[in-house]
């Protein structure tokens, strides 16, 4: 497995697995599929209502906890240096855990929704950053930033988020922000990396997996870590779960990276993270 390493030196799998609608026996099942096909990163959060499933199925995997890197989140309706450490020592009991790997605001407040949403982020973010400090969050981060939304937060921040994990997939991969990050040594990671389902029925993608003798899904996963991005591909089924793992042993060319990057807009979840929680 490839890691990235992080603008604070800690180190995470590029490759990870996503939980979003995994609940209940079948979500345990899958996270302990993930775990025994070499998956270590495990991505959830709060409002996925599973963080305790999640937890469950790390401690029956036998691995030792040094040995797997959990991430989760702190919801959009959650913000403010009070509730955002209430409801992180909420995440940590559900996971029953003593500490988190990586801990991402789900969300940024905006215009729309707070009276001062630069003010808004900056606290919320200053307790992760305490929460930090005291060892109970080895990274913090952000998810759905745009550049306006980071920008605010470094006029106050002591600590530079190290990751923002946002929509990427072919046909909406927010290439200015991608850039915008990397630039601050921003890690980014993706989130809906098949775009919802979109890329399945794509003739370009289609005609690229053939020619690797690989899926679709896989050429999209590739894709995306030949970008140097996270990804965390979802699933309950064992077959698929082992298949989003088999991506390091082919490459596209460069030729066909721009292809995949010149796709139209497809799988656009119309989620916008200045005016939510309205959708396009």
């Known amino acids: 497995m490839r890691n990235l390493i992080l603008n604070d030196g800690n180190k995470i799998p590029i490759v990870g697995f996503g939980t979003?609608?995994?609940?209940?026996?079948?979500g345990m099942e899958s996270v302990l599929s993930a775990i025994s096909n070499g998956y270590s990163l495990i991505d959830t959060a709060a409002i996925y209502g599973n963080e305790e499933i999640v937890g469950k199925g790390i401690k029956a995997?036998?691995?030792l906890r040094k040995d797997i890197f959990i991430a989760t989140k702190l919801w959009r309706e959650s913000l403010g240096y009070n509730s955002t450490k209430i409801e992180f020592k909420k995440s940590l009991n559900r996971l029953d855990l003593d500490y988190i790997d990586l801990y991402l605001i789900h969300w940024p407040a905006n215009v729309k929704n707070y009276a001062n949403?630069?003010?808004?982020?900056?606290?919320?973010?200053?307790?992760?950053?305490?929460?930090?400090a005291e060892g109970k969050i080895k990274s913090i981060g952000v998810s759905n930033f745009f550049q306006e939304h980071l920008?605010?937060?470094?006029?106050?921040?002591?600590?530079?988020?190290?990751?923002?994990?946002?929509?990427?997939?072919p046909g909406y991969?927010?290439?200015?922000?991608?850039?915008?990050?990397?630039?601050?040594?921003?890690?980014?990671?993706?989130?809906?990396?098949?775009?919802?389902?979109?890329v399945f029925g794509n003739e370009v993608l289609k005609a690229i997996a053939n020619k690797h003798n690989r899926s679709v899904s896989q050429v999209c996963l590739r894709w995306i870590i030949q970008h140097d991005v996270i990804v965390i591909p979802k699933s309950t089924s064992p077959r698929r779960i082992q298949e989003n793992m088999n991506l390091f042993d082919f490459e596209l060319s460069s030729a066909e990276?721009?292809?995949?990057?010149?796709?139209?807009?497809?799988?656009?979840?119309?989620?916008?993270?200045?005016?939510?929680?309205?959708?396009?």
């Open 61 to 63: 995997s036998g691995v």
């Open 20 to 26: 979003y609608k995994s609940k209940d026996h079948e």
């Open 257 to 280: 990276i721009e292809l995949i990057n010149d796709l139209p807009e497809m799988g656009f979840s119309g989620e916008l993270p200045n005016i939510w929680p309205d959708r396009i």
């Open 151 to 169: 920008e605010a937060l470094f006029q106050t921040s002591k600590v530079i988020p190290a990751i923002n994990q946002i929509e990427f997939h």
């Open 117 to 132: 949403w630069q003010k808004t982020n900056s606290d919320t973010w200053r307790a992760m950053e305490e929460l930090q």
């Open 173 to 198: 991969w927010q290439q200015e922000l991608v850039e915008f990050c990397k630039r601050q040594n921003i890690v980014v990671e993706s989130w809906s990396p098949l775009a919802r389902g979109k």
